[in-house]
C-alpha cells in the first residue's frame, strides 16, 4: 500500500511471490534441521 | 600480539579506509552523499545491510553466548526472512515511489510533521546510544588484550570511522562494509576450521560432549513469558523487531534507499534474510567448538582476567579434571550412569562458578562479574597461530567500525533532513546541506565517543543493545503500522498513542520480568490498538 492506503503495483508485487515463498520455505528448513539437532543425540 | 598479526590488522584496515575514501572522492552534491549515487547492486546492499547489523558485540558475545547458553540464541534471529519478505512487500515500495530520504519523511507525508519528528528524535536517541555502545565493545575488549585504556581505543576506532564516514558519505559506508563483511565471513570461517583441527577429539566426538552438556539445544518450544530466547519469543518479537529494525531504523533503511532499483534493494534484502539465520549459527557454533575445546583443556574460571576468586581456584581444577575423566570414558562407554554423573559435576561446576561470583560482587558490587564477552577473544590470542590473530582482530575492529559508521550515517542524514532542512531552514544551498551533513555526521560522532567512555558496568553488551533496541523499536513499528494500514487515523491520534505506548514499554521494562522481546510486541500493540479509539475523539483532517 502507498501513503494514502491504496496497494501498490499488483503486478509487480505478483512476480515477486516464488522468492518470498522460497525465502519462507529455507526458513522452515532450517527450524526443522535446528529441531532435529536440539532433539537427537549424536 | 605479534608483528605479524599487527601487519595483518593494520595492512586490513588500511585497505578497507583507503578504497572506500578513494571510491568516494569528489562527491559534489548533498543527493549524492546521502543517497550514495543511487547505483548499488544487489549484493552490495546485502552485504551493507548484514555489516550494518554485526557490531563488534556480535563476534565478542554470540561466541561467549554460545560458549555459556549453547544455541539458543539463534532463535532470536528466526524473524529476520519474515520480516525481510513482509518489508520488501510492503514498505520498501512505497520507501522508493516516495523518493523520501529519511523514513520519517514518510510519517509526515501520511501523518504531520509532529509524527515525523517524533520518531525521528526517537530513532536519534536510541541510535545515538547505540553507536556509543558499538564503540565501547571492542574498546574494553581491547584494553584487557592489549592493555590499553578503553578511552584511547574507543577514541582511535570512533575518529578513524569519522573519517572516511564524513568523507564519503553512504556511499563510503557501502563500499567499505562490502570489504568488511567479506573479512569478518571469511575470518570466522577459517576460526571454525582452526578451532574445530584443535580439538582432542573427532568432530562427531566433540558435537556428542555439546549435546550431552545441552549446548546443541537450538530450539526451546516452552511456552516461557520470562524466557529471553524461545521459538515463541524469536517468531514473534523477533519478527517485530526485525521488522522495525530493518523497515524503520533509518541506519538500515538508508543501506536500501542506496539501490540501483526497487530490484536491487529487494534482492539486496532477501539475500540477508538467506544468509543471516547461516551467519548467525556459525558464530555461536564457534562458542560451542571453544566450549568443548576447554572440556578437556584447562579453562580459567573467569575469562576476564580482572575478576580474580582465588579460594575458588582449587576446587575449580579439582572439578575440571575430574570431569574431562568422565567425559573421555563417557565417550567410550557411552553409558547412562555416567551421563548422570557427567551432568551433576556439570551442576556442580555451575555452582561454584556462581558462589565465585557472588563472592567478588560482595567485596565489589559494582563489578561485572559474567565474563562470556572474553571468552572468545581470550580463546584467540591464546590458541591462534600468528596472522590469524590479526585477522580475528580485523574482523572484530571491522565489525565495531561497520555498525559504527551506518550509525553516524543514519545520524548525520536525520540531523539535516528531518530537522535542521525541514524546520530550520528550507531553502539551504546544495553546497551549505552538504557541509552540514558533514558536521552533523562528525558531530555523532564525537557523541558516541563521548557516550561509549560513560558506556561501562553494563551485563552481556549484545544484549544491553538489544534491550535498548527492544524499549524504542515497539512504538516506532506501530506507528508505521498504522501508517500503511489504518487509514483513517491521522496524526494527532497516532502522535498521543506514541507518547502512552514509550511510557508503558519503559515501565514495563522497569517492573516486571517479562523477555525484552516482547517489548516489541506490546509497545506497537498499545500504539495500533489506542489509536484507534483516539481517532474517533480526534480524526484525521478531511483534506489529506
Known sequence: MDDKGTPPDVDDARSWRGAYVAVLVWLAVQIAALTLLSWIRL | VSAIDW?????????????????????????????????????????????????????LSTPGQGFDDGLGFVQFYFGVPIAMVVLCATIVPIYYRTRVLTAYEYLEQRFDLKTRQLTALIFLLQRGLGAGLSLYAPAIILSVVLGWPPLVTSIAIGLLVIVYTVS????????????????????????VIFIARQ????????????????????????????TRYTFWSGLTGGTFVALAYFGTDQSQVQRYLSGESLRQARLGMLFNGVVKIPMQLMILFVGVLVFVFFQFNPAP?????????????????????????????????????????????????HELKAAARAEISKADPLANTKDADYVFLTFVIEHFPRGLVGLLLAVILCAAMSATASALNALGTTSLVDFYRRSFNPQVDNDRALRLSKLFTAGWGL?????????????????????????????????????FFLKRVGGTAVFIATLVAQAAVIVVFLASDIGFLWYNVIGCAVVVLLSLPLSRVVPAPLAR
Open chain 2, 168 to 191: 564519503g558519505g553512504t556511499r563510503a559506508v557501502n563500499q567499505t562494509q562490502q570489504l568488511q563483511m567479506t573479512v569478518m565471513l571469511a575470518g570466522m570461517a577459517l576460526a
Open chain 2, 199 to 226: 580439538l582432542p577429539v573427532s568432530l562427531t566426538d566433540a558435537l556428542s560432549v555439546a549435546g550431552v552438556l545441552g549446548k546443541l539445544k537450538a530450539v526451546d518450544y516452552s511456552v516461557k513469558l520470562d
Open chain 2, 7 to 59: 601487519a595483518v590488522l593494520a595492512g586490513t584496515l588500511a585497505v578497507i579506509i583507503g578504497y572506500g575514501t578513494w571510491k568516494t572522492r569528489g562527491i559534489q552534491t548533498v543527493g549524492a552523499y546521502l543517497r550514495g549515487g543511487e547505483d548499488a547492486k544487489w549484493w552490495t546492499i546485502g552485504l551493507s545491510i548484514m555489516a550494518t547489523q554485526a557490531s563488534a558485540i556480535t563476534f
Open chain 2, 447 to 483: 557523541v558516541a565517543i563521548a557516550f561509549a567512555i560513560f558506556a561501562s558496568r553494563l551485563d552481556n553488551l549484545i544484549q544491553a543493545v538489544n534491550i535498548l533496541g527492544s524499549i524504542f523499536y515497539g512504538p516506532m513499528l506501530g506507528v508505521f503500522l498504522v501508517g
Open chain 2, 301 to 349: 574460571l573467569f575469562f576476564n582476567k580482572q575478576l580474580h576468586a582465588p579460594a575458588y581456584e582449587a576446587q575449580h581444577v579439582a572439578l575440571e579434571s575430574e570431569k574431562s575423566e568422565l567425559l573421555k570414558s563417557w565417550l567410550s562407554t557411552r553409558s547412562p550412569d555416567t551421563e548422570a554423573q557427567l551432568l551433576a559435576l556439570d551442576g556442580r561446576q
